[in-house]
């Protein structure tokens, strides 16, 4: 029977149409193209889940098509890192405000790094030396410069708070999912985990300045000479 003498009143069938996602032809991404949905999916918590494949399926390519862009994950993650870094470690201070200004980058960092796994992965597989993390260290650097250090004295003291900060965000990281895990009923075990609050960040970032602080006023590579805003001590 054709559909025209089809029965009056008889429902017709329904026709399945199956809708295949044209894939993209070679050579038409970029590595920018590669980074922006890795970037999306990161972005979105899937971080860990996200692998060559997948974004190959996101962007309607052959895996190897990625391959022509990019190493490997972790050479994404890298970019996709410093992306993110450069829209969130800028403080809001003024730079002349040096230890309240160099405070808000280092938690700010902290932040960014507890918050956002794949930027933990990367700051702890190696040395980050993207463009992003340049430009931060060379503007955490000027402002110690300002303060009153020396070249020598304020890439000592970067490396001190880079290094707390990176470390302390990793302990916090840990320690969040712990607690997410399980329950402290003891209380020396409430104490320690209390130990790596973003309130202890601060105080033990205020301890590290202090020390900064105290450096500026008698640099070894200057000799003694006040930090910019500190005055001498009392005798």
Do not use: C, N
Not at 31 to 41: K, P
Not at 130 to 141: G, K, P
Request: net charge positive; hydrophobic share 40%.
């Amino acid at each position: 029977m054709s559909a025209a003498e089809e029965e009056p009143g008889r429902p017709r069938a329904k026709t399945k149409v199956k809708t295949l996602r044209r894939r993209a032809r070679w050579g038409t991404i970029s590595r920018q193209q590669v980074v922006d949905a890795a970037t999306r999916v990161v972005r979105a918590g899937g971080y860990e889940q996200m692998t060559i494949r997948s974004l190959a399926g996101e962007l309607a390519v052959s895996p190897m098509s990625l391959y022509r862009h990019v190493r490997d994950k972790d050479d994404l993650l890298d970019e996709v890192v410093d992306t993110l870094l450069g829209e969130v470690w800028r403080p809001r201070v003024r730079e002349d405000e040096w230890r309240t200004w160099i405070a808000e980058a280092a938690d700010k960092l902290r932040g960014f790094l507890v918050t956002q796994p794949a930027a933990l992965h990367v700051y702890l597989g190696h040395p980050v030396i993207s463009a992003s993390a340049r430009v931060r260290m060379e503007a955490i650097m000027r402002v110690l410069r300002e303060a009153g250090l020396s070249e020598a004295s304020a890439r000592r003291a970067y490396g001190a708070i880079h290094t707390y900060t990176i470390g302390f965000a990793a302990l916090e990281a840990s320690r969040a999912r712990e607690a997410r895990a399980e329950h402290h009923t003891d209380e020396l075990a409430r104490q320690l985990a209390a130990y790596t609050t973003p309130q202890q960040f601060a105080e033990g970032l205020g301890y590290l300045l202090e020390g900064v602080f105290l450096s500026a006023r008698v640099d070894p590579d200057r000799g003694s000479r006040p930090a910019a805003g500190t005055t001498e001590p009392s005798r």
